[in-house]
């Protein structure tokens, strides 16, 4: 396998500030305690901090997972219960000028993608055990494993979002096939979903809402989360922090990661879902977040505007300390974590799969 020479450099990217709404809550004291880490520096530059690890300056722990069969453009990555890593791809699809009218509507020439869209990867050696999804999905996006190991997809082909079980069938959609909108019945390009262990769940309404929607188990719409005042320019990634009772969001355009109250706390002691309980600004064209142990790992894009380059970023969501963990993979579209701390981050163009170790 090639290794990817890439500078492991190691700069505090932002700091969590939190914003001490909630004085019941039960987050830990140390994301309102991070006001003082305010790394950036007073003109908006971001200071090099180095790092003691002593580790050499490139990465030869990151790879690329040459898969056993060509997939098309991976958009969704997960891992299930049994180690497998799950892509979610649009075969010989991509998203260009074309895709969609100026009402958000799919191109009425693209009908559904005939290929398998869902691949079951072993992790170890990018051996394709299994393809599903054939004659189901029109753009693939956003993929999230949950605690049953039932298999959330949204497609922003035909504004969806759909449950599938354990063996890839699909058992419930969300959203009126084809039919964007802003309604709760409706969604317009949805891009991910977080599912609680209580069946609620979110879905990030996407590339043309600024929304992003909590649902019960059956799709009844029981909290917005968001502020109409500051809103979202395509939320584009959720994390639920559930022992936190935290949902993050990857607020792609603002080029943050915001995290609210989900709302999953039963009894006096909650607080509402929705409320902004922290977040970390100006960190780049941020793309996807997952969790592992309270870290926050995320990948942004290169922003050529503002020179901002490409990376991995750690957050620990309890310091409120962010730091650049790899620099230099571009187009990073979709993140797994394994429960061993592997990270596989899914790139659009390059079309490849590149794990990491994480510890
Ligand atoms: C999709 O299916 C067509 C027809 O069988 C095939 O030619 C093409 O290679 C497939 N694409 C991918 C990415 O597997």
């Known amino acids: 396998m090639a290794v990817i020479k890439m500078i492991v450099s190691s ?11 909630a004085e019941q809550s039960e987050v830990p004291i140390g994301l ?14 971001i200071p090099e901090v180095p790092i003691d690890e002593g580790n050499g300056e490139e990465d030869e722990n990151a790879f690329i997972l040459s898969t056993s069969k060509p997939l ?12 497998n890593l799950i892509a979610f791809h649009r075969a010989d699809r991509e998203w260009n000028e074309d895709t969609f009218t100026k009402d958000f509507k799919l191109n009425k020439a693209l009908g559904v993608i005939p ?5 079951v990867i072993d992790p170890n050696n990018g051996k394709v055990s299994a393809e599903f999804g054939e004659n189901l999905f029109y753009l693939p996006h956003g993929l999230t494993i949950d605690h049953e190991d039932n298999v959330w997809v949204t497609d922003v082909g035909s504004h969806q979002v759909h449950k599938l079980d354990k063996n890839f069938k699909p058992v419930m ?12 019945k409706h969604f317009c390009k949805p891009t991910d979903v977080a599912v609680a262990k209580n069946g609620h769940f979110f879905v990030a309404d996407g590339y043309c809402n600024s929304r992003v929607l909590k649902f019960d188990s059956k799709g009844n719409l029981i909290d917005i989360i968001g502020s109409e005042m500051d809103p979202f320019i395509i939320p584009h990634s959720l994390s639920l922090i559930e022992d936190l009772n935290l949902l993050c969001v990857a607020d792609r355009e603002n080029e943050r990661v915001q995290c609210f109250s989900a709302g999953l706390k039963e009894g006096h002691r909650s607080i509402p879902a929705g409320i902004p309980i922290t977040s970390a600004d100006n960190i780049g064209r941020v793309f996807a977040i997952r969790e592992r142990k309270h870290f926050l790992v ?7 505007e503002e020179a901002v380059e490409s990376q991995v970023f750690v ?3 309890e310091s409120g300390k962010a730091q650049t963990f790899l620099k230099g993979i571009e187009n990073g579209h979709a993140i797994a974590i394994s429960p061993e701390g ?5 790139q659009i163009n390059p079309n490849q799969i590149v794990s990491m170790n994480l510890n």
């Open 342 to 346: 592997t990270l596989f981050v899914a």
């Open 115 to 119: 290929n398998a869209t869902i691949a």
């Open 32 to 45: 309102f305690d991070s006001q003082a880490d305010v790394f950036a520096l007073p003109n908006g530059e």
């Open 11 to 21: 700069v505090l990217i932002a700091s969590f500030i939190g914003i001490s709404t």
């Open 173 to 184: 959609s969300f959203g009126e096939k084809m039919m964007p909108g802003s309604d709760e």
């Open 298 to 304: 995320g990948v942004t894009g290169s922003d050529a």
């Open 315 to 317: 957050i620990d969501i």
């Open 72 to 83: 098309g453009q991976v958009a969704g990555l997960g891992i299930d219960s049994t180690g």
